[in-house]
């Protein structure tokens, strides 16, 4: 009897010590797949699968679990037994500009490897832009802009020159991961985010031979869990006179007389 209570007391601690944690990890849209979950000091970590769900074992009283996500604040939980801890991760727009959407995810400016150019809000042409390719215009290196002219029709535009005499030179356009025919026309400018233009053959490798004349990746804005804000964009025009011309008549009959 005695050495049974002394197993008890001896396995019951450890029992107490090493406890797990599950729970779902989400934004403002909803779950977030891929979040690394670890505990502070450790090595010991697991990430959220695709619907948001996680399961972190080992955990003992006073341990502080790390939540990160690429633009997304890092999130702290001290843990004290509890069994499910939820959490919702917060955008961090600081960091947001320093990550580059490229074809094959999302990574920081400093671990890029190939010719790509971001253009955020911050950067877009001010005034009253109507059109994508206004926002665009002159922005970025190697990246032509040319506006038709004509009402309805989209911009021309070319990365980094010509690639093809007769075939079509027109960069491949990504509207949150769907490629879209129809050129930056049938995008709203107004719901644009960020552009992420891919230049060289590394960088739109992914997308084989459509990405053969580059590739514009356009980000659109979602929703944020913060305090509401409200945006307005108002634009008033008016013409003047820049000289007014005085004109005299003359009599007609004061002329005959004169000419007479």
């Known amino acids: ?24 990890v ?8 891929g979040v690394n979950i670890v505990v502070q000091g450790t090595s010991n970590g697991t990430a959220t699968d ?8 080992n955990l003992k009283n006073g341990d502080v679990v790390v939540f990160s996500f690429m633009g997304f604040k890092d999130f702290k939980v001290t843990y ?19 990550v580059v959407v490229v074809g094959y995810g999302s990574v920081k400016k400093e671990d890029l490897t190939g010719s790509v150019s971001l253009v955020t809000a911050k950067d877009f042409n ?4 109507n059109t994508v390719d206004g926002l665009l215009n002159g922005r970025t290196p190697g990246v032509n802009v040319t506006s038709s002219g004509t009402p309805g029709n989209g911009a021309t535009i070319r990365i980094r020159g010509q690639s093809s ?16 025919t129809g050129g930056l026309s049938s995008v709203n400018p107004n719901d644009i985010a960020s552009f992420s233009i891919l230049k060289d053959a590394s960088a739109t490798a992914i997308y084989g031979n459509r990405g053969a004349n580059g590739v514009i990746l356009i980000t659109t804005k979602k929703g944020s869990s913060e305090s ?3 945006s307005v964009n108002m634009f008033t025009t008016y013409n003047t006179l820049a000289r007014i011309m005085y004109m005299i008549q003359m009599n007609e009959d004061h002329d005959s007389v004169r000419s007479s």
Do not use: R
Not at 50 to 57: A, I, K, R, T
Not at 165 to 180: A, C, E, F, S
């Open 1 to 24: 009897m005695i050495k049974k209570l002394l197993l008890l007391l001896v396995f019951l601690p450890c029992s107490m010590m090493a406890q797990t944690m599950s729970g779902v």
């Open 26 to 33: 989400s934004d403002a849209m909803g779950p977030l797949p």
């Open 50 to 57: 695709f619907d948001g769900n996680y399961s972190l074992s």
């Open 80 to 98: 004290a037994g509890q069994a499910k801890q939820n959490v919702t991760m917060a955008e961090d727009a600081q960091a947001l500009d320093e």
């Open 126 to 129: 001010k005034g009253a832009i």
């Open 165 to 180: 005499l007769l075939g079509n030179n027109d960069p491949l356009i990504v509207v949150d991961g769907l490629p879209i």
């Open 228 to 230: 509401l804000k409200v």
